[in-house]
């Protein structure tokens, strides 16, 4: 319904921009081929990325290519589940299960090396099936926790057997472009690494899993140059704006980065003034206040422990402007370098710290208590 209504909209508002365009001069229909008497009107077809006129008659037409929206009169494909294909999208559009396992595995081998050193890549446990939207539809409601994906052109069904076993079954849409196919198929993998990755205490807000899939279906089509796929990724509003962030953070920190946090971050999702935040990661449990071998190398003078607060087992340390939990790591600035502070342990009026990953640790008292 939303779909329709929208598409109403859009012609109405093309129509105004085609009377002052064109008038009623008009031009030779571009579905129909005729010039009957008139409005005429302009469409869109972001496929080929350019205007289509086309008169009144088949600007009304209740049929229209499931690809590039635009009314199909003559030449078309009626796919099995009632949509439809115009004549130049038919030919790009992935038909059978062969070719759509093609696109997959072009697609799935692309992406392990997008994943290459981030935990398990599921492969022989995955099975792929093209379908049509009807059938779809019918595997996405009848799958608990499925989620509905750019007007549903696949979906993943993941089953664990035990600690380290999964099977997962990834179903994508008949008709689909070969780029869209490999986009959604790129997503669909991002599922399965998360089903099998994300620890399952791990709670991550909806919308943020959902943009973590689209932004690996990103990094895929940025690595294929794929103009139009990256577009229609950034335009979809499936994330509700969580794939902008996303991308913000994939600018700023690297897409393994923001992998690692899916993994073990400490926050339910990221936002676009925090991305810094995609660095806080939990870690192992730490070893006791005493037990860790400190070197008293000297903290950078800027670095200061301004507080601490909060009671066992959850005490804060607030490092300059910045406060961390045990186990938890944070870019903290200063004034000619920014250090990435992994906060080890915290004791009654210091904390153990490491800097930049290295393996000499920090101890950082308090600043009533400075150090010499
Ligand atoms: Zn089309
Ligand atoms: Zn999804």
Not at 66 to 92: A, H, M, W
């Amino acid at each position: 319904m939303g779909v329709c209504s929208r598409l109403f909209l859009l012609i109405q508002c093309v129509a105004l921009l085609a009377q002052s365009a064109c008038g009623d001069s008009g031009g030779i229909c571009e579905i129909c081929g005729e010039r009957p008497p008139g409005k005429m009107y302009l469409m869109e077809d972001r496929v080929r990325g350019k205007q289509v006129i086309l008169c009144e008659r088949c600007a009304r037409l209740p049929d229209t290519c499931s690809v590039c929206q635009i009314p199909v009169f003559r030449n078309y494909t009626k796919l099995s589940d009632g949509r439809f294909l115009c004549e130049y999208d038919v030919k790009d559009a992935v038909l059978d299960q062969d070719s759509a396992l093609s696109v997959y595995r072009d697609a799935q081998r692309d992406v392990f090396s997008i994943l290459n050193g981030l935990g398990v890549l599921p492969d022989r446990n995955i099975s792929v099936q093209l379908v049509d939207q009807k059938e779809l539809s019918r595997i996405f409601s009848a799958t608990p926790g499925a989620h509905h994906d750019l007007n549903l052109q696949g979906v993943t069904r993941t089953r664990r057997f035990s600690k380290d076993s999964f099977e997962h079954q990834i179903f994508l849409c008949l008709g689909l472009t070969r780029s869209r196919m490999a986009a959604v198929a790129a997503h669909e993998y991002a599922h399965t690494w998360i089903n099998e990755n994300v620890p399952r205490d791990r709670v991550i807000d909806g919308d943020t899993v959902e943009a973590f899939c689209e932004l690996t279906a990103y990094e895929l089509m940025q690595q294929r140059g794929d103009k139009r796929e990256l577009r229609l990724i950034v335009e979809n509003a499936y994330t509700r704006g969580k794939i902008d962030v996303l991308i913000k953070a994939t600018t700023d920190y690297q897409y393994h980065r923001v992998a690692a946090w899916m993994k073990s971050g400490t926050d339910e999702t990221i936002e676009s003034h925090r991305t810094e935040r995609v660095i806080a990661l939990k870690d192992a449990p730490p070893p006791l206040f005493g037990y860790i071998p400190v070197v008293h190398a000297r903290a950078p003078e800027i670095l200061r422990l301004k507080g601490l607060s909060g009671r066992e087992p959850r005490r804060y340390a607030l490092i300059n402007d910045i406060t961390l939990e045990r186990g938890e790591e944070a870019p903290v600035k200063l004034a000619e370098k920014t250090l990435v502070v992994r906060c080890l342990d915290i004791a009654s009026n210091a904390v153990i710290l490491r800097i930049n990953g290295d393996t000499n640790l920090v101890r950082l008292e308090l600043d009533s208590f400075p150090t010499r």
